[in-house]
């Protein structure tokens, strides 16, 4: 029986800025991770956000960024690995309020954009963000790239991780996404994006842009629904997943 996690980054709205469709989003994921006020949302926003999820039985992560809200996160920073470690406590412990508030439990961590992306290859980075997020609550998982150091330094201070997979990114033959500079680094075609989704988590495998083929683990497949035919395409990817005889459940079932 298989079984994977749907999850979309939520609540990066921002005063009065809307961003994203997070109320029709919401009804087909079963993970949320949601911004904590330094790449984007804000304290209502997150408040909101964290209701929503607990009213539609999705479970909560919280999804750290760097402190670049003009960036929205995307930007790479020079940072130490102790500022890194207390940015992420910091984000974690106004998220934590929410959760609490609302009643409900903080299940896992996804760092955001450029966080994510350079610490998915810096060591260093890695174990801070793994150290901050043990050093809060043991308990929490820690949802990275599949084959990146993220997930290497989660295990290695304790933590509990998930593989997290793009239903609609281009793969590199080590494992690791295709820039979104480069050419093919999108999938557009729809049907191919859930074809090559479901591979992944049935076979274990996708295939790279280069032609080879890739072994990966999915334990979460990240789905944006930042437009209208992206959130078809949420919901159009989670009928084909259950269709295919997939079951569709938090990351806390999963690992």
């Known amino acids: 029986m298989y079984k994977v996690d749907l999850n979309s980054d939520l609540g990066e709205s921002f005063g009065a800025y809307t961003i994203g469709l997070d109320s029709d989003v919401i009804a087909h994921v079963s993970s949320a991770n949601v911004a904590c006020g330094y790449h984007a949302g804000d304290p209502l926003v997150m408040d909101k956000t964290v209701a929503a999820c607990k009213a539609a039985g999705v479970a909560v992560g919280a999804h750290p960024g760097f402190p670049d809200l003009m960036g929205f996160g995307r930007r790479n920073m020079v940072c130490s690995p102790k500022e890194a470690k207390a940015y992420i406590q910091y984000q974690m412990g106004a998220l934590l309020a929410f959760t609490a508030a609302n009643g409900v439990k903080l299940q896992h961590v996804k760092p955001h954009g450029a966080l994510y992306n350079m610490a998915g290859k810096d060591m260093d980075l890695a174990l801070a963000i793994a150290e901050a997020i043990a050093s809060v609550d043991k308990d929490v998982i820690l949802l990275g790239l599949a084959g990146s150091k993220m997930l290497e330094a989660g295990k290695q201070v304790g933590l509990k991780v998930a593989s997290e997979v793009f239903a609609d990114r281009a793969y590199q033959a080590d494992g690791s996404l295709v820039p979104r500079s480069k050419p093919g680094a999108v999938i557009h075609d729809k049907d191919e994006a859930i074809a090559r989704t479901i591979r992944m988590v049935t076979e274990g ?51």
Do not use: M, Q, Y
Request: net charge negative; proline share 4%.
């Open 205 to 255: 495998k996708v295939t790279a842009i280069t032609g080879e083929e890739v072994s990966i683990d999915a334990h979460s497949i990240c789905v944006h629904g930042d437009n209208p035919s992206a959130v078809e395409f949420v919901k159009n990817i989670r009928a084909k997943l259950e269709s295919e005889g997939v079951t569709i459940a938090p990351i806390a079932d999963i690992v």
